[in-house]
């Protein structure tokens, strides 16, 4: 069973996440997670997988995951979002997700990020919008 933080602790413990890195990663965490609320007001924000922040709106967007050399921005059903910009420099052989590695230095383009954070919001509800065929059915067409 998936375990999910409450919106108000999970708020709080990417707050410390941010704090306990104390470096360049935490500045970049931060600043992402202000651009994710900017680009989506209603973003929920979620702390899963032991640790691991996560921005949703009818869905996952993406995930905040912090490593030594980089700050992963993980989208969900990133294969099938639009980047015109190429932020997408990572994980990009998989049929689902895309990821973008911020590192140390790197220019965010806050533009497209924010772009990138609303298609996948539109994804999310489109996928949403759309009725699932039954088992049934499914069968039946194979």
């Given at each position: 069973m998936k375990k999910t933080v409450a919106t108000e602790s999970a708020s709080r413990l990417i707050d410390q996440r941010i704090q306990d890195l104390g470096d360049w990663r935490g500045k970049?965490?931060?600043?992402?997670r202000a651009l994710i609320h900017a680009a989506d007001p209603?973003?929920?924000?979620?702390?899963?997988?032991m640790g691991t922040p996560v921005w949703s709106h009818d869905g996952i967007i993406c995930t905040g995951e912090s490593y030594k050399s980089a700050v992963k921005l993980t989208f969900l059903k990133g294969a099938a979002l639009e980047d015109p910009a190429g932020l997408?420099?990572?994980?990009l052989d998989g049929n689902a997700r895309r990821a973008i590695d911020i590192h140390e230095g790197?220019?965010?383009?806050?533009?497209?990020?924010?772009?990138?954070?609303?298609?996948?919001?539109?994804?999310?509800?489109?996928?949403?919008?759309?009725?699932?065929?039954?088992?049934?059915k499914r069968k039946r067409a194979d």
């Open positions: 970049v965490l931060a600043k992402v209603e973003v929920v924000e979620e702390w899963k997988w997408f420099n990572s994980s790197d220019k965010i383009n806050e533009a497209a990020l924010k772009a990138l954070i609303r298609a996948a919001v539109v994804l999310n509800l489109e996928s949403k919008s759309q009725p699932k065929a039954s088992r049934a």
